[in-house]
């Protein structure tokens, strides 16, 4: 599967597209301060959404109302987000598939998105019992502990897909090889 997933980022890497944007020298820095902008505000919102949901934030708010407000300016950061965050794969993806937090963070965006849907789901069966409430019933709370938790990781993944201390270009433990998919003799950069 590693060898899979490599050769799709080396064909990627090789297009015309991917070189430009990497090498460019303002448009690769947009499309990253764009991706970090926007993550500043649907996390932002999305942050206040669940800190209502634990009763931490505008407990005498209602819950529907504040989500109402809040989702469409959270969606809109989360495309933009999603977007820019493709565009930087796309620039370098050889780098990114190799990267421990890189694979990281792709397994906690899946659990991300699995929780929104449970929590949206529940939460819109049974606003109507508890949305006036200070706290939102426990199962909503759950999920509102786990996005907040993924979140955060996904967040410092992000950052730390910058750093190489798990490269496949050096030297790792047989268990970092895996999780990075590392390729017998093949890294490029």
Not at 16 to 39: C, G, K
Request: aromatic share 16%; hydrophobic share 50%.
């Amino acid at each position: 599967m590693s060898e899979l997933i490599y050769n799709f980022a080396v064909w990627v890497d090789d297009t015309p597209w991917s070189a430009m944007l990497h090498e460019s020298y303002y448009m690769y820095n947009w499309v990253e301060s764009t991706h970090v902008l926007t993550l500043m505000i649907s996390l932002g919102m999305l942050f206040l959404i669940d800190l209502r949901m634990l009763g931490w934030a505008f407990p005498d708010v209602p819950a529907s109302k504040i989500a109402d407000r809040l989702n469409i300016p959270m969606m809109v950061g989360f495309t933009v987000m999603f977007i820019t965050g493709i565009l930087l794969f796309y620039a370098v993806p050889v780098r990114s598939v190799q990267s421990v937090w890189f694979r990281i963070k792709m397994v906690l965006l899946v659990g991300c998105a699995i929780n929104a849907y449970l929590f949206h789901k529940r939460m819109n069966e049974s606003v109507s019992s508890w949305d006036n409430e200070a706290k939102a019933p426990q199962r909503i709370r759950n999920g509102a502990m786990l996005s907040l938790g993924f979140w955060t990781v996904v967040v410092i993944c992000g950052r730390f897909i910058a750093y190489d201390w798990f490269d496949c270009d050096y030297p790792q433990s047989a268990f970092i090889e895996f999780v990075a998919g590392c390729v017998d003799g093949q890294t490029r950069f």
